[in-house]
């Protein structure tokens, strides 16, 4: 199933949630963010503030979209482990910062709509060839770790 069948598909479960761990601030999180087709306004605001740019402690609203599909990358997995978010939501400043490490100058991080994750025990490669089966958004394919985003379709 396509992630944007995953967006909008009636027969799927009515309440969404996830469970995220960011290995930075060693902060964990399970919210229910979709509830009875509404959003949940605790739960999105609660995983909005997991994935904040951590190093200026700055909370963003996310994209919606994005928060469907990681809960479609997750459910891939059987949600038996959370998932590892080691970049969501970036500041100017610390997108500057991580320019050296190859962010793109108008990284999707900047508007709320990236996240950059890992699942334990399973490779950055495998979780990767599974997020590019949903043809959906940006897929960035690094040694360790995989960026997705809600932006156009494309791979690197």
């Known amino acids: 199933m396509d992630a944007l069948s995953v967006l909008t598909d009636n027969g799927l479960p009515a309440d969404r949630g ?49 928060l469907h599909l990681l809960w479609a990358i997750q459910r891939g997995s059987g949600f038996e482990r959370p998932l590892l978010i080691n970049s969501g939501y970036r500041t100017v400043k610390t997108n500057e910062l991580l320019r050296s490490e190859g962010s793109a100058l108008n990284s999707y991080h900047l508007h709320s709509q990236a996240c ?16 590019q089966s949903m043809r959906y958004g940006g897929l960035g394919r690094y040694p360790g770790f995989c960026h997705c985003d809600t932006g156009p379709i494309r791979v690197w």
């Open 116 to 131: 950059d994750i890992v699942l334990d025990g399973i490779s950055a490669s495998r979780v990767a060839d599974y997020v």
């Open 18 to 66: 996830l469970w995220l761990r960011n290995p930075h601030t060693h902060e964990e999180l399970v919210a229910i963010f979709w509830r009875q087709g509404v959003y949940d306004r605790y739960g999105y605001d609660r995983t909005c503030y997991i994935l904040r740019d951590w190093r200026e402690n700055e909370v963003m609203p996310m994209d919606p979209r994005l």
